[in-house]
């Protein structure tokens, strides 16, 4: 049986000295130091100018003319809630709205959310929700508890 070494070394020619360019003609890295004659690359600092430059012709993207219209600035972002989670945290009879869910930790008042309401689980207590959406099943599950379902949408339509 081998003998049992706890020294951890590494095999032979694993490890080589770095090369030492620009130190002389003599050490077979000199004058240029293996960078060429010449050009961006040759010389110090950062070797490329930025992502997509293309050699000083145009680069693509500003060659392609800007078309249509993006909806991103503009887009809504909802804070999804299943039923079955508010049916763990609230009491029977609560008022769930923006201030009690910020209250349970569901939502942050400071980014002042839009919040729906999904259908997944069961609602076995009587709830009152005031919030911007929900879902068609998260919506027969809470009336068929018994509770109530008022969203900023419908409001909306009431006041035309």
Not at 16 to 44: C, E, F, H, I, M
Not at 144 to 150: I, L, M, Q, W
Request: charged share 25%.
């Amino acid at each position: 049986m081998a003998e049992y070494n706890p020294i951890l070394s590494a095999p032979q020619g694993a490890n080589k000295n770095p090369k030492r360019v620009g130190r002389g003609s003599s050490s077979g890295l000199g004058t240029t130091a293996g960078k060429g004659n010449k050009g961006q690359q040759s010389r110090s600092g950062k070797a490329g100018p930025y992502v997509g430059f293309e050699g000083g012709q145009m680069p693509l993207y500003r060659r392609i003319a800007r078309k249509g219209f993006s909806n991103y600035p503009f887009k809504k972002e909802y804070v999804c809630i299943n039923v079955e989670l508010l049916d763990a945290k609230f009491d029977d009879g609560a008022t769930v709205d923006k201030a009690a869910l910020a209250a349970k930790g569901f939502i942050s008042l400071k980014s002042a959310p839009l919040v729906k309401i999904l259908g997944n689980g069961e609602v076995t207590k009587k709830l009152n929700i005031v919030v911007d959406k929900v879902s068609e099943s998260a919506k027969a599950k809470i009336e068929k508890a018994g509770g109530s379902v008022k969203t900023a949408e419908a409001s909306a339509e009431e006041a035309k």
